[in-house]
């Protein structure tokens, strides 16, 4: 079975704070997880478990809210890597 991007963005959320039951589609930010320097976690994990980089005008924080949000971008942003 494969891992969608959904699922190991989760993963990532969730053993950095095993205590809370986080869903795809819940607002990390929020819910208070997210302070800066986990925010700078979140954007380098996703930038090297996906291998794509994000670009400037894409690290808004709408962007990285929930697990959905975050799946979006990593999808979007590889399909622009497919048609470069």
Known sequence: MSTTAKDQI??????????AEIDA?????ALGF?????AMELVMFVEKTFGITIPN???RIDNFRTADTMA????R????????
Do not use: K
């Not at 989760?10 to 205590?19: D, K």
């Not at 997210?34 to 986990?38: A, G, I």
């Not at 942003?77 to 497919?82: I, R």
């Open 72 to 75: 979006s971008l990593v999808a």
């Open 77 to 84: 942003l590889s399909a622009d890597l497919a048609v470069a």
């Open 10 to 19: 989760l993963t990532f959320v969730r053993e950095r704070y095993p205590q």
């Open 34 to 38: 997210v302070n800066s320097l986990f």
């Open 57 to 59: 005008e894409e690290l």
């Open 25 to 29: 589609s819940q607002d990390i930010f």
